[in-house]
């Protein structure tokens, strides 16, 4: 089992930045992949960046390369999402969800957070 809490949503002008934290707890991370998806009222929820934990290897939604940025912290067993260049299109619920082995997709991944609202006002 991992938990997964995240934190750090708030409202931000565009053109603005966040950083969203996830903190993992649980069994170790070492063979995880984790990811950030995010979900718009009336929208399904979409894939957004991954990182795997042991390589660091990450990937990116082509509607956020070059202003969003995935890493994440080993000692402190948390996975960061650095969003720059903020869009009023990317206001959704973001959620940080983990999985073992690659393949990350909203529909393979088996454990998830709770969400965390960010909002981009124009």
């Known amino acids: 089992q991992v938990q997964l809490v995240e934190s750090g949503g708030g409202l931000v002008q565009a053109g603005g930045s966040l950083r969203l934290d996830c903190a993992a707890s649980?069994?170790?991370?070492?063979?995880?992949?984790m990811g950030w998806f995010r979900q718009a009222p009336g929208k399904e929820r979409e894939f957004v960046a991954s990182?795997?934990?042991?390589?660091?290897?990450?990937g990116y939604a082509d509607s956020v390369k070059g202003r969003f940025t995935i890493s994440r912290d080993n000692a402190k067993n948390t996975v960061y999402l650095q969003m720059n260049s903020l869009k009023p299109e990317d206001t959704a619920v973001y959620y940080c969800?983990?999985?073992?082995?690659?393949?990350?997709?909203?529909?393979?991944?088996?454990?998830w957070g709770q969400g965390t609202q960010v909002t981009v006002s124009s």
């Open positions: 969800a983990a999985k073992l082995g690659p393949g990350v997709t909203v529909a393979t991944m088996a454990y």
């Open positions: 649980g069994r170790t991370l070492n063979d995880c992949y």
């Open positions: 990182i795997s934990w042991n390589r660091g290897r990450t």
